[in-house]
């Protein structure tokens, strides 16, 4: 089992910065692949970004240039969102996928508007 906690979300302007943190517990050294998402309201859930453990790392079009995932050894993971715009606004989601299952977490909110 892998437990999840995002923090970080908060209501920002537009062109604001905001890092998102992901605090992992449990199994893990059993996670291979942590990942941010996102689903703002009446849209489907979307990948935002994901850091592999070996640091590869891959974004949605919309997130390259502004937003950088990272991963410490205790598989904690960090989103820094800079220059946010109204359309980021939305629930984020913190994710580990372990060869069994995929985890998640409750969300963190981020509200974008001036």
């Known amino acids: 089992q892998v437990q999840l906690v995002e923090s970080g979300g908060d209501l920002v302007q537009p062109g604001g910065s905001l890092r998102l943190s992901c605090t992992t517990s449990g199994n893990i050294f059993s996670i291979y692949v942590m990942g941010w998402y996102r689903q703002a309201p009446e849209k489907q859930r979307e990948l935002v970004a994901r850091?592999?453990?070996?640091?590869?790392t891959m974004y949605a079009d919309s997130a390259k240039g502004r937003f950088t995932i990272s991963m410490d050894n205790a598989r904690n993971t960090y989103l820094q969102m800079n220059n946010l715009r109204p359309e980021d606004t939305a629930l984020y989601y913190c994710?580990?996928?372990?060869?069994?299952?995929?985890?998640w977490g409750q969300g963190t909110q981020v509200a974008v508007f001036s």
């Open positions: 994710s580990a996928d372990t060869p069994r299952n995929t985890y």
């Open positions: 850091i592999t453990t070996g640091q590869s």
